[in-house]
């Protein structure tokens, strides 16, 4: 196993290549002039299902406040800000601290694995909690892994949507199809008419 070379108190950076794709990690960072820290609060709050999320994702409590990181790492991914935001709504209600039952994290519900897959390690359970409750690194990873999606399933919203509740494997088994679960065709329509709602708004 590669040691970790944590630095930056265990911080989590980010940088954008010269072919233009977006970096994230927290473990032995590149030598790239243009690497960014993101913010990082190692408190860790109590843990609580995600809430029932308003048909008016806009007017969330939360909306507001992380409006305007979701429409920037939108940007920095190449995706539709109305997109993240829709999926946002529908994953965490716009709730920074919230863990799933299932132990998906935070304002995209991220779960601790996918972050891994992305370069973001942890500790232990504690640290990847506190790790993935930052608003920032959850909101790269979540839109980074939405924007592989989307490549993966040529851009088809509604299967790369199905795959971020169920896995990319479970579409590709049924034929890249949204797979016949109550709860993942629940959630793209959810999703979808979030969507919907958000495109050409700007609060």
Not at 98 to 111: E, I, W, Y
Not at 153 to 167: H, K, M, Q, R, S
Not at 173 to 193: D, L, N
């Amino acid at each position: 196993m590669m040691a970790a070379s944590w630095g930056h108190a265990g911080g989590v950076w980010t940088y954008v290549d010269a072919q233009g794709i977006t970096h994230i990690g927290n473990v032995s960072p590149p030598p790239v002039k243009r690497l960014r820290w993101l913010g990082f609060d190692d408190r860790v709050k109590g843990t609580r299902p995600p809430l029932v999320v308003s048909q008016r994702p806009m007017r969330q409590p939360g909306y507001t406040t992380v409006r305007s990181l979701l429409e920037s790492v939108a940007q920095q991914h190449g995706l539709d800000p109305a997109l993240v935001k829709a999926v946002a709504a529908a994953e965490s209600g716009f709730q920074p601290d919230v863990v799933s039952p299932k132990g998906a994290v935070g304002l995209m519900q991220v779960m601790p694995a996918t972050a891994a897959r992305y370069g973001v390690a942890a500790h232990n359970p504690q640290h990847a909690l506190a790790v993935l409750k930052d608003p920032d690194v959850n909101a790269h990873i979540g839109a980074k892994y939405l924007a592989d999606l989307l490549r993966m399933f040529d851009g088809e919203l509604e299967l790369a949507v199905a795959a971020y509740n169920a896995g990319e494997g479970a579409v590709l088994r049924h034929g890249r199809r949204i797979p016949p679960y109550p709860e993942t065709q629940q959630y793209v329509t959810r999703v979808m008419q979030f969507y919907r709602a958000m495109i050409g708004r700007d609060g």
